[in-house]
């Protein structure tokens, strides 16, 4: 027992590669947003009426993009930044984030919105519309103007009555009210969620629309980075330029990635946390292949696709494998690879392909998610393609590739 105390003592008390590790969870609220500065400006010009012309018209703006785009992080920057200027204005603006897939009926979502107003609702059983006029008169008793996200709002779509959205979106036609004090931020995934709806609710709903695209590799890149060192997540020095570099290019849009900052930022995370465990004062590329093992959903199916790979396409992988060995290094030039390749199939009494099948072969990688590929950066003659495995290099995938290998040379020599 006592060796077990002493291990979980030891742990607690070990040395650590971070310095603010909450900044790098989905919950945070950055200072900054890289990269998405355009869709804050167009959240302000929408929005700007409420304080220019309070109560002439009830705002509506409707948030699209996919998973990991930034799309509630930077609705919630936007309010908290809103609200703020409002109040220096001598307004009041309060902003309320609710989430449908946690509050999942109108009743649940009006509670909600009460809370965050500090406004205490009766215990006794009260409808929808009695809550919600609860609401409405504390803000007009107040004089306050209230911002509404509907975060995930395709899911209340899709599981709501109809009613219920429709006294939600429509609440001026249902209320006598001179004075517009509730606004709308609608959150989705994909436009084609309302598709369904009535053209008289998707009418009210769908004014304004502001995209959230992926993010590409660069775009990760700088995320990440103002978390590092902005946000001061890790201690100085602590994560390598390359292994950042590395996790930007292996969910970047334009890499073939998912262009998920949560999932990149996830991925960091648990670098850091791996590195931590091995008593490693630096985050490498090799702490982040770990940690992309552990956490990208799709690398089960990226390992079984290993088995579908013809000879000279897990030959390719064998070399890049191989320089791994040799130099230590992640990142390969294609050339390089090439050389290898053509060492690797002809030990092996196969005759190489040419470069311009060697090219699609690993471009095929690339796109099956077995490689990443990036651009040669400075201390390097030239532009050149370096590339590398997108999984960790291990003994287990070791095995692997040689076990399929010879596979493959037995199936040859048996036809």
């Known amino acids: 027992m006592d060796e077990l105390r002493d291990l979980v003592e030891d742990a607690i008390k070990g ?7 909450k900044v790098l969870t989905p919950d945070y609220i950055p200072k900054n947003l890289p990269h998405r500065e355009k869709q804050i400006k167009e959240l302000s010009i929408n929005f700007r009426e409420i304080l220019s012309n309070p109560g002439s018209t009830s705002v509506r703006v409707v948030i699209s993009g996919k998973t990991g785009t930034g799309k509630t992080v930077t609705t919630k ?3 908290e930044l809103f609200s ?11 902003y309320t984030h609710i989430n449908c897939h946690r509050q999942r009926t109108l009743y649940l979502m009006l509670v909600e919105i009460a809370n965050q107003l500090n406004l205490q609702i009766p215990n006794r059983g009260l409808s929808s519309q009695e809550t919600f006029k609860l609401i409405y008169d504390y803000l007009e008793k107040r004089n306050i103007q209230l911002i509404i996200t509907l975060d995930e709002f395709d899911y209340f779509v899709s599981t709501s009555p109809v009613e219920d959205i429709y006294f939600l979106v429509r609440i001026y036609d249902e209320l006598n009210a001179l004075v517009k004090r509730i606004h709308y931020i609608f959150i989705l995934r994909e436009l084609t969620s309302l598709a369904s709806l009535d053209k008289s609710i998707k009418d009210h709903v769908i004014k304004n629309v502001i995209e959230f695209p992926p993010y590409t590799s660069d775009e990760l890149y700088d995320i990440l980075m103002d978390r590092i060192v902005n946000e001061k997540a890790f201690r100085e020095g602590a994560v390598l330029e390359e292994t950042v570099r590395f996790i930007s290019d292996i969910y970047g849009i334009d890499k073939g990635g998912s262009g998920n900052a949560r999932l990149a930022l996830e991925t960091l995370e648990l670098s850091g946390k791996i590195a931590d465990t091995e008593g490693s004062l630096l985050v490498t590329i090799d702490h982040a292949k770990k940690a992309n093992s552990k956490i990208n959903p799709e690398l089960s199916i990226i390992l079984d696709t290993i088995r579908d790979l013809d000879l000279h396409q897990l030959l390719v992988v064998k070399a890049i494998m191989n320089l791994h060995k040799k130099e230590g290094d992640d990142f390969f030039p294609m050339g390089k690879v090439e050389e290898e390749y053509n060492i690797v199939a002809k030990d092996l009494g196969e005759i190489p ?5 060697v090219f699609e072969y690993i471009r095929k990688l690339k796109l099956m998610g077995l490689i990443t590929a990036r651009q040669s950066g400075k201390g390097m003659r030239g532009r050149t393609t370096l590339i590398s495995l997108s999984v960790p290099i291990s003994e287990e995938l070791d095995n692997l590739i040689n076990n399929e290998i010879r596979d493959r040379l037995l199936q040859q020599k048996n036809y």
Request: net charge positive.
């Open 77 to 79: 920057k936007f309010g």
């Open 15 to 21: 040395s650590t590669v971070f310095e603010k590790s």
């Open 84 to 94: 703020a200027i409002a109040k220096e204005k001598g307004l009041k603006v309060v």
């Open 353 to 357: 392909r040419k470069h311009t099948q």
